[in-house]
Nanobody
């Protein structure tokens, strides 16, 4: 069993930055790819970014490419999402997820574990 706990969300003005963290506990996650997703009110959950087990490969949604950076520290069982140049449309509940395999592959899944999410609100 793996528990994922996100943190780092908050209220920020447009153009600002936030860094989200996701800590995994229960067992090591260093063999698994990790993804970030988000869900805005009234919308479906959408893929944001994914990183391979060793950090050597990443993939981003087109609407965050160039603004968001995913990274990981396997020694700390933590994956990060650095978000820069935030826009009001980035407002959402952000979730991290542990992928069943170690490579990026299909960023949509499958994922075995999900966190509870951290809220990001970007004001205009």
């Amino acid at each position: 069993q793996v528990q994922l706990v996100e943190s780092g969300g908050g209220l920020v003005q447009a153009g600002g930055s936030l860094r989200l963290s996701c800590v995994a506990s229960g067992r090591t996650f260093r063999s698994n790819a990790m993804g970030w997703f988000r869900q805005a009110p009234g919308k479906e959950r959408e893929f944001v970014a994914i990183i391979s087990w060793n950090g050597g490969s990443t993939n981003y949604a087109d609407n965050v490419k160039g603004r968001f950076t995913i990274s990981r520290d396997n020694a700390k069982n933590t994956v990060y999402l650095q978000m820069n140049s935030l826009k009001p449309e980035d407002t959402a509940l952000y979730y991290c997820a542990l992928k069943r395999v170690g490579w990026v592959g299909d960023p949509q899944g499958p994922y075995d574990y999900w966190g509870q999410g951290t809220q990001v609100t970007v004001s205009s």
